[in-house]
């Protein structure tokens, strides 16, 4: 999902690169289109690492409802998304919501994939860490 991450040194030059390119995809693939979900993937990273997370939250958003559209809500690649975007959430100072949508995501995780697949691990990591900076300890 990080196509762009090979493209510059800094978030910022990453930006100034992913969105056009995003636009692109947009115009000649569609919005559908795998490739476009990544590239739009990619460029919310980039607005995440730049600390532009308002931007970020969006983009992840609106991969987060092509995904649920496209795949199914169970589809590991909407759970990933899902994750994604609760990150992005917890990222942009929106804790209790990122907490709420990652306690769904790992339940969900554990369901479709199992307990012991390594994307649930990386469920269970975000939702700690997310636990952690709302000052909540396990238990």
Do not use: K, W
Not at 97 to 126: C, F
């Amino acid at each position: 999902m990080e196509i762009f991450s090979y493209l510059s040194d800094t978030p910022q030059q990453t930006i100034t690169i992913a969105e056009p390119l995003l636009a692109d995809h947009l115009r000649l693939l569609g919005s559908d289109h795998p490739e476009t979900r990544a590239a739009r993937g990619s460029a919310a990273l980039a607005y995440g690492a730049a600390g532009r997370t308002a931007e970020a939250v969006t983009l992840f958003e609106q991969n987060l409802a092509d995904c649920e559209r496209l795949l199914g809500t169970d589809h590991p690649d909407t759970l990933m998304v899902r994750g994604t975007l609760a990150s992005a959430y917890r990222d942009a100072g929106r804790v209790h919501e990122a907490i709420a949508m990652l306690e769904q995501n790992l339940a969900d995780r554990e369901r479709v994939l199992g307990s012991d697949h390594p994307y649930t691990q990386t469920a269970r990591d975000r939702l700690a860490g997310a636990r952690q900076a709302a000052g909540r300890t396990p238990g």
